[in-house]
């Protein structure tokens, strides 16, 4: 991959880092001010059930910034953009729909397969 494109990735990952570790600052900050004390079972489930929701996805994100650090560390080491199984390139396309993928789409497919046979 050529310096230029590489540098695009890295930016655009070192941005979407920013913005999710800002999202999970500001679920903290929302759930600190959120300590308010309903004496209705209901509306203490309903904010129960938001909270939980809104930490399911915090979670997701929690996993996808680890993902973020890796590829950035790839780009760093010089691996950014070659699969790790079959270590040829990914395609360019399939980078800049998803700048964490490992796989390239064949073995990306192949381990799908893999996983619905299994299940």
Request: charged residues 40%; hydrophobic residues 30%.
């Amino acid at each position: 991959m050529d310096p230029e494109t590489l540098a695009e990735f890295k930016q655009l990952l070192e941005r979407q880092l920013v913005e999710l570790q800002s999202g999970a600052d500001r679920t903290v900050a929302e759930m600190n001010e959120e300590q308010a004390n309903f004496p209705d079972p209901t509306d203490r489930a309903t904010l129960e059930s938001d909270r939980n929701f809104e930490l399911r996805i915090r979670d997701r994100e929690r996993r996808l910034i680890g993902k973020v650090r890796e590829a950035l560390k790839r780009i760093e080491d010089g691996t950014f953009g070659l699969c790790e199984v079959c270590e040829e390139p990914i395609g360019e396309a399939r980078l800049r729909a998803r700048p964490v993928t490992t796989l390239c789409i064949d073995c990306k497919t192949e381990q799908e397969r893999h996983e619905r046979i299994g299940n």
